[in-house]
C-alpha cells in the first residue's frame, strides 16, 4: 500500500510541470554580435567550454548555438555583427531565472568582452513549431 501512495504522490507532483510544458511555448532569443576579429577564437573557447556548459545545466535550456555570418541573401545584415548567438529555453520565464543566476553573471561577461561593440540587437521569439 505504501508504494501505492509513493507513486500517486509522485505522478501528482509532476502533473503542474507536465500541464505548464503544454500551455506555455519555447523562446528563441537572438543576439547579433560584432565580435572583435582579434577574440575571435577567445569568443569560441569560451562559449563551447564556458558557458554553453554553463546554461545546459539550467532548468528549460533547450540549445544554445553561435552562428557566424556568411553573407546577406536578401535585404541587409545587422549593422557591424558577425554572429548570431540563438539560446532557447523552454519558456521566457525560465530564461529570466538564467540570466538572473549567479552563474550567468560570471559568464556572460566573459563573452562580452570579446565583443568590439557592446550595442547589439536581442530579438526575442515564442518558437511555434
Known amino acids: 500500500m505504501k508504494r501505492r501512495t509513493c507513486l500517486t504522490t509522485m505522478l501528482a507532483a509532476a502533473a503542474p510541470a507536465a500541464a505548464q510544458s503544454k500551455t506555455q511555448k519555447p523562446i528563441q532569443l537572438n543576439v547579433d554580435l560584432a565580435v572583435d576579429p582579434a577574440k575571435e577564437q577567445e569568443m569560441l573557447r569560451t562559449f563551447r567550454n564556458t558557458f554553453r556548459p554553463a546554461a545546459a545545466k539550467q ?62 540587437t536581442v530579438l526575442l521569439f515564442d518558437a511555434e513549431a
Open 59 to 120: 532548468q528549460g535550456f533547450i540549445d544554445a548555438k553561435m552562428l557566424k555570418l556568411r553573407s546577406a541573401l536578401i535585404g541587409k545584415a545587422p549593422a557591424g555583427a558577425n554572429y548570431r548567438f540563438v539560446l532557447m529555453f523552454q519558456s521566457e520565464e525560465l530564461r529570466q531565472k538564467w540570466v538572473a543566476s549567479d552563474i550567468h553573471q560570471q559568464v556572460w561577461p566573459m563573452m562580452e568582452k570579446t565583443l568590439s561593440s557592446k550595442d547589439y
